[in-house]
């Protein structure tokens, strides 16, 4: 999209913000955390204000506790922003973490295996994952999962 540049100057300004990384403006990239540049790569996209963000596999690269960090943060900006959020991920308690809903897919062909649907996440915090309500969604996806991956072998 075409900005001019005092607009692109005030977007920048206000994603950076929003990722609190306000006291890194004039860092070179190299010099980034790997944290640092998801949260990056997350302002440039809600630089564009988009309707629904796509996110394929985001916090894959990072250890555990980057990645930890990144979940709180991306919950932050999503209770501020509203936006829809579309994640994609292979970390099934990250994704109970994250979501109000968890599409399950099923491989050969792929398929909507199952959708599950969990309480708002508009108020969930960190701790929420010691709760045995959050292990027992992580249980079910797992079963269904690990269900899915037997029926496929024997196929």
Do not use: C
């Amino acid at each position: 999209r075409k900005f001019s540049s005092a607009e692109t100057v005030e977007r920048a300004n206000a994603a950076i913000e929003k990722v609190k990384l306000t006291q890194f403006r004039d860092i070179y990239p190299h010099m980034l955390s790997g944290g640092m540049k998801m949260r990056v790569a997350i302002a440039r996209a809600m630089a564009l204000e988009p309707d629904i963000l796509l996110m394929d596999e985001p916090f894959a690269a990072l250890d555990a506790q980057t990645r930890e960090m990144m979940q709180v943060a991306l919950m932050r900006i999503w209770r501020e922003t509203g936006k829809t959020i579309l994640f994609v991920t292979h970390q099934i308690d990250e994704a109970v973490y994250l979501a109000n809903r968890v599409v399950v897919m099923a491989a050969r062909p792929g398929r909507i295996s199952r959708i599950f649907e969990l309480t708002d996440a508009s108020h969930r915090s960190p701790d929420v994952k010691r709760t045995d309500a959050f292990h027992k969604s992580v249980d079910d996806i797992r079963a269904l999962i690990e269900d899915n991956e037997r029926r496929n072998a024997a196929a």
